[in-house]
């Protein structure tokens, strides 16, 4: 399945059915009478949250949705069926924003959240309802009501507990593919990951839910390499894990860049609780461990967490760590008496 977190659409609610002029010819009944049904009203435009779904993929392939019309009304004061809701199933996190791609209409975070964001139009009179003392023949009926349309954008944030940051090539896809069953693409070469990845790490009964966006280089916030576009997914992160190469001369650099691309972006990603990761350290010996350790510390760093992707080296004390920085929601266990509390703990080594 291909991912895509942006897609445009257009959505129209449906017309209101016209009301009916009709009259009454009934054997026994002298004068008759109108007797012309209202028209139904137009169907909603509803969007609801399947938590089965990943991706805005299906946008790509359809982008308008038209609700169904009201139907007209008939004799017999017969009122015309109203038009069904048109349903929009989209991933949890999609937020759906004006044209103007700025204005955010809703945001629909939570599992079968639904609203209706366009609604039908109301169906038109029939002459019954005019009828009066002074008007007893009336020949008019009302039109129904035209629906709503519009041009919307879907961004897609994904929802997960803590997001991987870095460098191209600083190895958070290798990292999540050893802590989770996710599979993303891994390769020696910079920018392998187009497009972020979920996983699902356990430990001691506990879940959580990593996020891998795609590397970020100095200038991304102007465009640069892939851009500031995926640093939307996380957003909703409740802490980072910054990975640095150990391989790399500066680490303090690397460090640096990536620090300031968080900060230039916004959306308080550079408050996050944040955790720090020299990775690929099975390549490099201990003195210049020590020393890159040293180097990143001085930079205002608490505690830098030692990993290696290939080995596996120093992947439990780092995976403990984001469970004390950010307590999972939920335990796989049953036991009640384990479930651990949602407040933000800083974690201190």
């Known amino acids: 399945m291909k991912f895509l977190d ?33 028209g139904g009203r137009g169907g909603d435009v509803v969007f609801y949250t399947d938590p089965n ?21 008939q004799g017999k004061d017969r009122a015309g069926k109203g038009g069904d809701a048109l349903r929009i199933a989209v991933p949890i996190g999609t937020e759906i924003m004006a044209e103007d ?29 005019f009828k009066s003392s002074t008007n007893q023949a009336p020949r008019n009926a009302n039109p ?14 994904l929802i997960a507990d803590v997001g991987l940051v870095g460098l191209p090539n600083a190895g958070k896809s ?9 599979r993303p ?18 430990l001691d009964g506990r879940e959580m839910v990593l996020a891998d966006i795609p590397g970020l280089i100095e200038g991304a916030h102007t465009g640069s390499g892939l851009g500031t576009r995926f640093l939307g997914h996380i957003e909703r992160c409740r802490a980072l894990l910054h990975l640095i190469d150990g391989t790399a001369d500066d680490v303090v ?11 230039a972006y916004g959306a308080d990603l550079d408050n996050k609780p944040e955790l720090v990761a020299l990775n690929k350290c099975d390549a490099i010996g201990q003195d210049e461990i020590a020393e890159k350790k040293a180097a990143l510390m001085s930079e205002g760093v608490d505690h830098v967490f030692e990993l290696s992707g290939i080995s596996g080296h120093g992947r439990t004390e ?26 933000m703990v800083p974690w201190s080594p």
């Open 144 to 157: 129904g009501h035209p629906g709503e349309e519009r041009w919307l954008w879907l961004r897609l944030k």
């Open 318 to 343: 780092l995976l403990r760590g984001l469970f004390e920085t950010v307590p999972a929601k939920h335990s796989s266990k049953k036991n009640e008496d384990d479930a651990v509390e949602e407040e």
């Open 101 to 129: 791609r700025e204005t955010v209409l809703v945001d629909l975070t939570e599992a079968d959240q639904e609203i209706a964001l366009l609604e039908g139009g109301n169906g038109g009179w029939g002459n019954a309802r």
């Open 6 to 38: 942006q897609a445009k659409v257009f959505v129209k609610s449906g017309k209101g059915g016209n009301g009916c002029v009709a009259f009454r010819r009934e054997k026994y009944i002298e004068y008759g009478g109108p007797n012309g049904g209202d």
């Open 174 to 182: 290798t990292f999540l593919s050893i802590v989770t069953s996710a």
């Open 253 to 263: 650099s690397s460090y640096r860049t990536v620090c300031a691309e968080l900060s």
């Open 53 to 73: 779904l990943n991706t805005l993929i299906d946008f790509r392939y359809r982008q308008h949705f038209k609700a169904p019309v009201g139907q007209d009304g």
């Open 185 to 202: 693409k891994i390769a020696s070469y910079p920018f392998t990951t187009l497009h972020p990845n979920l996983g699902v790490a356990y």
